[in-house]
């Protein structure tokens, strides 16, 4: 064993550079250097509609974000959408995997059913719960009409205030079963006499819930839930094709805003700033994320 | 009291399963049914829950008068080429981060992870001017090489857990019986990772296959567009077509839905094991 340890350290000298050559120059090139990029047309005056008419102005766009009345909704916005949907969604995926550990009749299928809302496209998902959503003949208002707790047509995209409550709903419903499928592999890890002695103990299912089942979870619940909350900061997908962050930006997110000053505004300059506040934003989570869990002894990275 | 309390349970936990069985499926079904609905039987005052005179009208109507065909044709150059290229570059990277100590290795691993959580959107400006710098703008060349780049992280990461859960002995086997390395891992290792190969392929098909924004920005030319901004061009017209739009939807679930059923039980190694993406 040592002798092949050996001779493979004298080997791999070069190859493992090269292998990952290919991933390197493709990865440092699209999204390296773009990203480097962006912090010098941040600092330009840069409108596609004066193409030609681009010049330096030093901290202009930064001064402009401070001046933006929009963009302190849209980042409240933000944290309303992320704290929402990962909130909800891991308590609904928690339950699912809860429900998914006991055995029942045809427990595969309905798990791969279940899970299926996980291969939809995001964008797909949005499109079907605009439909769902809609205020002619929308069957959410249909239902809730029916039921009596209505009285007429609500316009759950188009009114300001509701706004939000329709792409929440969605990335609600698409991400259920990513936390399901996590929570669930989670609770098969737990070795089965953990429970036994608990049991012995004398503790009922409650009390394994509360000082054996999430105890022993709870790392994988940190790191997921941390993990995805940067994961939904950065997916606007949804909100792009139920509202597309309107009306007057009252369902907007800081990520769509930036798409929306590339390519409805076509100010490049400022839009490379805010996408500048957004990496700041998102270098500060990161680091408190990395102080909280330890995550380079948590995960076999 | 103990066995109706544990039927009650039961009895409980099989009507939560029910409600989120039903919860899961109704947006398929609802866009289902509407794909097969007439015009009229769409905008009825009370909606039919079941298509009363189901009808393939929208099918036929999606492709014959919008450039659907067209969307799902440059949608299949680009995430077919774009996964390939993905998976070829995971699995060498992925070799060598799983069986390889190297100068550099940790800093390898953080450039990938830190990818991993930066929104690619921030760097749709940048990429917009790089590429019309090179002509790249407004081909399906463009999306390519930014659909490919950002995949790479995960799948490379995926792919290498997947090989450190091969045994070296294995190579090392093969090794002795007269194979090179690269033999040992071309006949031995590889057919044995075949399932973990497809997964990353799948993940880099639906990563592909989903994107909206890049598609939107660097595309103008309706007919060059993929299937989610070609979609979204149809949603922003005033009157939305919501029958040949469900029909649309369908089509495009298809094939993510079919390989989603060929490879669930390697998609959880695959999450748990690769981090971020959802």
Not at chain 1, 51 to 62: H, K, R, S, V, W
Not at chain 1, 140 to 169: C, H, Q, R
Not at chain 2, 229 to 243: E, R
């Amino acid at each position: 064993m040592k002798n092949i340890e050996i001779k493979r350290k004298n080997r791999s000298n070069l190859t493992p550079y090269l292998l990952l050559a290919p991933a390197m120059i493709l990865v440092l090139s699209v999204m390296g250097y773009p990203m480097i990029d962006s912090i010098r047309i941040s600092f330009l005056d840069y409108s596609l509609l004066a193409p030609n008419d681009i010049e330096f102005i030093g901290f202009g766009n930064y001064v402009k974000l401070f001046n933006d009345s929009d963009l302190f909704n849209v980042f409240l916005n933000s944290i309303k959408w992320v704290v929402s949907v990962v909130s909800i969604q891991f308590l609904i995926g928690f339950l699912l995997a809860l429900l998914l550990t006991r055995h029942f009749r045809g427990k595969k299928f309905y798990q791969s059913v279940v899970f299926l809302p996980w291969a939809v496209p995001v964008f797909l998902a949005g499109l079907m719960f605009k439909w769902i959503f809609s205020e002619s003949n929308g069957i959410l208002n249909y239902f809730l009409t029916s039921l009596g707790m209505i009285d007429e047509a609500v316009s759950w995209l188009g009114n300001s205030k509701l706004s939000m409550s329709g792409p929440i709903t969605a990335m609600i419903w698409y991400g259920i079963p990513f936390f399901g499928i996590m929570i669930l592999a989670a609770l098969q890890s737990i070795p089965q006499d953990v429970y036994d002695a608990a049991k012995i103990d004398g503790s009922n299912a409650v009390q394994q819930l509360f000082y054996v089942t999430l105890p022993y979870i709870k790392p994988t619940i940190i790191t997921t839930l941390l993990l995805r909350v940067i994961w939904v900061f950065n997916s606007p997908d949804i909100i792009h094709t139920m509202t597309g962050g309107g009306p007057a930006n009252s369902s907007n997110i800081l990520t769509l805003y930036v798409f929306n000053q590339a390519f409805y505004s076509l100010d490049f300059g400022y839009g490379s700033a805010v996408g500048i506040l957004i990496m700041v934003l998102l270098v500060i989570y990161v680091l408190l994320f990395l102080k909280l869990t330890k995550y380079e002894s948590a995960g076999d990275f | 009291m103990v066995i109706f309390k544990r039927n009650f349970f039961i009895v409980v936990s099989y009507i939560l399963l029910l409600l989120l069985l039903i919860n899961v499926l109704f947006p398929f079904y609802w866009m289902f049914a509407t794909s097969l609905k007439t015009r009229q039987a769409i905008h009825t005052r009370v909606p039919e829950l079941l298509p009363m005179k189901p009808t393939i009208d929208n099918y036929v109507k999606v492709f014959a008068q919008s450039n659907f065909g067209m969307y799902i044709n440059n949608s299949l150059i680009v995430t077919v080429t774009s996964s390939l290229i993905v998976l070829i570059v995971s699995v060498l990277g992925g070799y060598a981060l799983a069986r390889y100590n190297f100068k550099g290795k940790k800093a390898v691993m953080i450039i990938f992870l830190a990818s991993q959580m930066i929104p690619l959107i921030v760097a749709i400006i940048p990429m917009f001017v790089l590429y019309s710098k090179i002509g790249l703008i407004n081909r399906l060349g463009s999306l390519i090489v930014s659909y490919t780049a950002s995949n790479i992280p995960f799948c490379l990461i995926t792919m290498s857990s997947f090989f450190k859960h091969i045994p070296v002995s294995l190579e090392e086997a093969a090794t002795i019986d007269g194979c090179s390395r690269f033999q040992a891992v071309v006949r031995i290792v590889l057919p044995v990772m075949l399932p973990g190969i497809v997964a990353v392929f799948v993940f880099a098909f639906t990563g592909c296959w989903n994107e909206l924004f890049y598609a939107t920005m660097m595309i103008s030319t309706d007919s060059r567009r993929t299937i989610p901004a070609g979609l979204m061009n149809f949603v922003q017209k005033y009157d939305i077509d919501w029958g040949q739009m469900c029909a649309a939807g369908i089509i495009t679930l298809l094939p993510v839905t079919i390989m989603f059923f060929f490879v669930q039980k390697y998609i959880v190694t695959g999450l748990t094991q690769g981090a971020v993406k959802g």
